[in-house]
Nanobody, 115 residues
Framework: QVQLVESGGTSVEPGGSLRLACTAS????????MRWYRQPPGKEREWVAS????????KYADAVKDRFTISRDNGVNTLYLQMDDLKSEDTAMYYC????????WGQGTQVTVSS
């Protein structure tokens, strides 16, 4: 059974940094591309970043490019999202995602950017 558990979300001031983590189990983490999504309050869920299985290719939404960095450690089955220069519009619930034949989601971790 696929399990994804996000952590690291909290409240932070604009310009601050956070590192989110997603711990995976129930599938062979090292062979699957992984993604981060987010859902701002009152809005649709949106894609944030993707990474291939061996970290060879990373892609970002325009809104987070040059501020967020996706990475993974296949040795500990964990996906990361380093978020720098946070803005109020980054406030959202953040989810990790994997397509293992179906889309699997974690429960999310809340990031709030506010002064």
């Amino acid at each position: 059974q696929v399990q994804l558990v996000e952590s690291g979300g909290t409240s932070v001031e604009p310009g601050g940094s956070l590192r989110l983590a997603c711990t995976a189990s129930g599938f062979t983490f090292s062979v699957y591309p992984m993604r981060w999504y987010r859902q701002p309050p009152g809005k649709e869920r949106e894609w944030v970043a993707s990474i291939t299985s061996r970290s060879g290719t990373k892609k970002y939404a325009d809104a987070v490019k040059d501020r967020f960095t996706i990475s993974r450690d296949n040795g500990v089955n964990t996906l990361y999202l380093q978020m720098d220069d946070l803005k109020s519009e980054d406030t959202a619930m953040y989810y990790c995602n994997v397509d293992v034949g179906y889309n699997a989601w974690g429960q999310g971790t809340q990031v709030t950017v506010s002064s």
